[in-house]
């Protein structure tokens, strides 16, 4: 299998999408106005003590405030509150020289152990999902491409995923042999066969981070203090998914291009050629196939094979799945034969959606009713086998006497939406609008406008392809009569994420350009 990254940075958001063999796999994009924040660490106040939850609200910037239960407050709660008290009185600290403190007792409660209005130093491990806030732990933690560094702590973990008996002995003694003092850490899946030098040279750079956040401890007295910020998602993303199937990284944006080529010259210095910055005429997903995929991927019906298709409904508790087998016949095949097919190759898909859309939380899954035990069996396998490539936790129950499969996966953000239905720009949902045929006058108007009028000469003018292909048809084209006009400035760019009868102006920096009036309008 060969990967491919696909960044897409425009004005408003920051679109990811992860290519497998040429067909989307994951896809995540964030909003300018929003922040990626699990892994970001703060200096928070308590604002609000829960004894029935055995919890308490914390301010740490959100509208809703942060939710930290008692059993998240972890065993070194009490010597990370020394900290901040040698902190506050700005008295230089060096965490491993800090006195041993007591382990929090498990058997607690929150009233004995943090009050109204108290300082915490906490870390975001789950975004607000729908009317909840974000969840938080004081159990701090600073993840890396092989290892995740652990303050205060002094225990050694090997991912189980890795078996062999010898290396995970191997990696334990090359950790305990260049770790700092006071300082646990786990070793990732992905460091077996690693060098001491590469983990060395990681471990120093998360335990430098570690370091500049206490020293941005005494910085402000504003609360809540960003004292540590994760990574972009797009180099986070790199970070949890680099291997040696990823054959090329494209961006369409220089400064993101700097950032993912810095961390990757970082991780793999031979493998820097691959991070290229793409400079195409035509948007960066329209030319990688990446939008027809998106049209395709998301939305309530999603169809995968000879007819069959799949029904995706969210609630507030549960995600639910209908598998039908649509207008697909097989008058030579047995009913149960045709179920078994439609089931497994709905397996197939299911997994790529639970990805896709990174659905968390509780999965409801009706597949076809099916009497024979094996056939039941191998739908079960299939699915089992299908999620082993999923990053996220799961557990699989085999089919119920329903026939319903129930699926949880680790949830940490809210689930990837899409809107692929989109309402006529030139109508806005009248269903009525001017004659098609007048659309290219309108079209040179603009066009007229932009380089006349407000004297705007370099410019891009996005259209839907089938427009941008009538325009261009001829050997005296209309383009080109245009051109002539107006001036060889301007470019027309056939963009697959338009409507019909839509258009979009852009600037050579990426910036949408708007008229008088146009801006009401949208």
Known sequence: MTSELIVDVNAEKVSIALLEDKRLAEYQEE?????????????????????GLNACFVNVGYERDAFLHYLDLGEHFHTYQKLLELTQKGKPVRPQQLPAQPDLDKDGSIQNAVRQGQDVLVQIVKEPIS???PRLTCDLSFAGRYLVMMPFSNKINVSSKIKKRGERARLKQLIQSIRPEGVGVIVRTVAEGRGASELDAELRE??????????????????????????????????????????????????????????????????????????????????FSVT?????AFGRSVTYKHGAYLVIEHTEAMHVIDVNSGNRTNAE?????????????????????????????????????????????ALYERMCQNMQQDRARHNILPLSKFGLMQITRQRV?????????????????????????????????????????????KFRLHVHPFVAAYVNQGLISLGHKWHARYGWGWKLVPNQSLSYLEYRVYDPQGNEIFMQGEREMQ
């Open 131 to 133: 009317t909840k806030g």
């Open 206 to 287: 998360l335990y430098r981070r570690w370091q500049q956040a206490i020293e941005r401890l005494r910085q402000s007295p504003e609360r809540p203090l960003p004292v540590y910020e994760e990574t972009t998602r797009a180099v986070a993303l790199l970070r949890d998914l680099f291997n040696p199937s990823f054959e090329n990284i494209y961006i369409n944006d220089e400064a993101t291009f700097n950032e993912i080529k810095d961390y990757v010259s970082l991780i793999a210095p031979e493998r820097t050629p691959i991070v290229k910055l793409y400079r195409g005429r035509l948007p960066i997903f329209d030319n």
């Open 292 to 296: 027809r995929q998106i049209k395709s």
């Open 31 to 51: 909003r300018r106005t929003e922040h990626f924040s699990v892994g970001n660490i703060y200096l928070a106040r308590v604002k609000k003590i829960m004894t």
């Open 333 to 377: 095949e047995s009913q149960e034969t045709n179920a078994l097919d439609v089931n497994l190759g709905a397996a197939d898909e299911i997994a790529r959606q639970l990805r896709l859309r990174d659905m968390g939380g509780i999965v409801i899954v009706d597949f076809i009713d099916m009497d024979e035990p094996e056939h039941r069996q």
């Open 413 to 457: 953000r809210p689930p990837q939406e899409v809107t692929v239905e989109e309402q006529c720009p030139t109508c806005q949902g009248t269903g009525k609008i001017k004659s098609s045929l007048l659309f290219t006058d309108l079209l040179e108007e603009k066009i007229g406008e932009l380089t006349q009028k407000h004297r705007i000469k």
